[in-house]
């Protein structure tokens, strides 16, 4: 079955960076895009990432453009959130999710249990 298993937040100072990753099975992850959404306490759930199987083309909420890379290993069945120059209003649990279609479509089906991450002095 489909699996999303990620890894990789925590504390961070602001202007800190933190690598986020997302372990997938159950699926080829080369045929399918990848998100990254995230929520914070009290917040609607957020799409702050995607990328595209085929043509690897990205896409980015403008809140964290230019400061999050989105990527992925097909190799590795794994996707990968870079961030950078890390806010306080940075801090969410983050998910991995995908709809199992080849574009980005900014929904999901199935996603991961999450991971915290927190920016704070």
């Known amino acids: 079955q489909v699996q999303l298993v990620e890894s990789g937040g925590g504390l961070v100072q602001p202007g800190g960076s933190l690598r986020l990753s997302c372990a997938t099975s159950g699926f080829t992850l080369g045929f399918y895009a990848m998100s990254w959404f995230r929520q914070a306490p009290g917040k609607e759930r957020e799409e702050v990432a995607c990328i595209n199987s085929r043509d690897a083309n990205t896409s980015y909420a403008d809140s964290v453009k230019g400061r999050f890379t989105i990527s992925r290993d097909d190799a590795k069945n794994t996707a990968y959130l870079q961030m950078g120059s890390l806010k306080p209003e940075d801090t969410a649990t983050y998910y991995c999710?995908?709809?199992?279609?080849?574009?980005?479509?900014?929904?999901?089906?199935?996603w991961g249990q999450g991971t915290q991450v927190t920016v704070s002095s």
């Open positions: 999710a995908t709809d199992l279609r080849p574009f980005c479509s900014r929904s999901a089906i199935y």
